[in-house]
T-cell receptor, first 112, second 116 residues
Framework: GESVGLHLPTLSVQEGDNSIINCAYSNSASDYFIWYKQESGKGPQFIIDIRSNMDKRQGQRVTVLLNKTVKHLSLQIAATQPGDSAVYFCAEKKSGGNKLVFGAGTILRVKS | GAVVSQHPSWVICKSGTSVKIECRSLDFQATTMFWYRQFPKQSLMLMATSNEGSKATYEQGVEKDKFLINHASLTLSTLTVTSAHPEDSSFYIC????????????FGSGTRLTVV
């Protein structure tokens, strides 16, 4: 199946600091991107999305940046809290299709 | 908001037996459902896409005879792991796409399958 079966890298941040999680997506034809948060033993939880005609979108404490030139997506979390500790995945949807393909993921650990 | 219910949340079965996992959209009609599997410390890997009333489309490398997918109604899709083996032990997650809504994906809570 599609996706990247790599072991997940870890980002450790201090509580209160900002976190930046990066994702390199694979398909230049992708037109929609989503960031998900996954806690242990649970399904992915929607955080924020962005369409390819935008390069930045902000939510509550989160910002997604899209750089189509280098096929790079990032998630910025402001004032990171212990409850933000989880695995974060980016996902992409190819234009004209409906399949959502997940990137490799990053473990975020927040130190108190 | 949209809710997808997935059952069971965990199951242990013996090698050679079959296990069925259900995915229900509770408050919306899901024209398309997706099935993923996830190994520990890895990403979600798309297994198949199922549209209501038609055969599922499997991703390359996924055995359709082993992972039977049924999407008989707009609110229910099932994944049956047939003749399960220990290597099928994994976390299986469904996702439903809402009818009439572009780009809407709602995930179930996942099923932990352990084959002994």
């Amino acid at each position: 199946g599609e996706s990247v079966g790599l072991h997940l890298p870890t980002l450790s941040v201090q509580e209160g600091d900002n976190s930046i999680i990066n994702c390199a997506y694979s398909n230049s034809a992708s037109d929609y991107f989503i960031w998900y948060k996954q806690e242990s033993g649970k399904g992915p939880q929607f955080i924020i999305d962005i369409r390819s005609n935008m390069d930045k979108r902000q939510g509550q404490r989160v910002t997604v940046l899209l750089n189509k030139t280098v096929k790079h997506l990032s998630l910025q979390i402001a004032a990171t809290q212990p409850g933000d500790s989880a695995v974060y995945f980016c996902a992409e949807k190819k234009s004209g299709g409906n399949k959502l393909v997940f990137g490799a993921g990053t473990i975020l650990r927040v130190k108190s | 908001g949209a809710v997808v219910s997935q059952h069971p949340s965990w199951v242990i079965c013996k090698s050679g037996t079959s296990v069925k996992i259900e995915c229900r959209s509770l408050d919306f009609q899901a024209t398309t459902m997706f099935w993923y599997r996830q190994f520990p410390k890895q990403s979600l890997m798309l297994m198949a896409t199922s549209n209501e009333g038609s055969k599922a489309t499997y991703e390359q490398g996924v055995e359709k005879d082993k992972f039977l997918i049924n999407h008989a109604s707009l609110t229910l899709s099932t994944l049956t792991v047939t003749s399960a083996h220990p290597e099928d032990s994994s976390f299986y997650i469904c996702s439903a796409s809402r009818q009439g809504r572009n780009y809407g994906y709602t995930f179930g809570s996942g099923t932990r399958l352990t084959v002994v």
